[in-house]
């Protein structure tokens, strides 16, 4: 079963996450991780003026765009995202918006989804953005899996992740990386929701 982990990722956070999940994914028999990005809509004079954003846009430059064909493959789908002032990013949020023919032929309904998403700071809008975002999730018909408290790292992380789903803390300059307690809640949400859409396919 393929599981789109579809993401937006402006420094690379969000991407090393995804390659996390892409991880736990790959540790149920059967679940195949399959990882695409969205569409940028920053001015391309905006990324060239900023180190930073070349060298986020350079780490990702092999993924391929998501199409509606890897949607409809999927058997589950991992959204990824940064907050954006408490909110998912217009990237990611503009390819759901293009959702709609998949919307009105009910091809998203009863297929699991989750997010997971990263922050400058630690109070910076992680629970808001996942919250936010699985509204759109429910109107497609998609059925919300989070991280369950059996993960124990959701005890003792001093970074990001919640039950909501996976997070990071990516601090003001974008350089700290993802700590062991982090990736460990994004393998654990790959892992689930590769399980549980394995689950339904079998009903």
């Known amino acids: 079963m393929k599981v789109l982990i579809v993401y937006y990722s402006t420094y690379g956070n969000v991407y090393k996450m995804a390659k996390l ?18 569409p940028e809509l920053t001015p391309q004079s905006v990324i060239e003026s900023r180190n930073d954003m070349k060298a986020g846009r350079d780490m990702q430059k092999d993924v391929p765009l998501v199409t509606l064909d890897d949607f409809k493959d999927a058997g589950a789908i991992a959204f990824g995202t940064p907050t954006r002032f408490g909110n998912v990013s217009a990237q990611l949020k503009n390819q759901i918006d293009q959702l709609t023919s998949l919307w009105f032929a009910g091809e998203l309904e009863g297929k699991p989804a989750g997010i997971f998403t990263s922050t400058a700071s630690l109070h910076g809008g992680q629970e808001t953005t996942i919250l936010t975002l699985m509204g759109p999730l429910l109107h497609l018909g998609m059925i919300l899996v989070g991280v369950p408290y059996s993960v124990k790292e959701l005890f003792t992380t001093q970074g990001g992740g919640s039950p909501y789903g996976p997070g990071h803390i990516a601090g003001l300059d974008g350089n700290r990386e993802i700590d062991p307690q982090e990736a460990a809640i994004c393998r654990a949400f790959g892992h689930r929701l590769a399980e549980v859409g394995l689950q339904l396919q079998r009903k």
């Open 21 to 38: 999940v892409a991880e736990g994914v790959k540790e149920i028999k059967g679940g195949e991780p399959v990882v695409r990005k969205v």
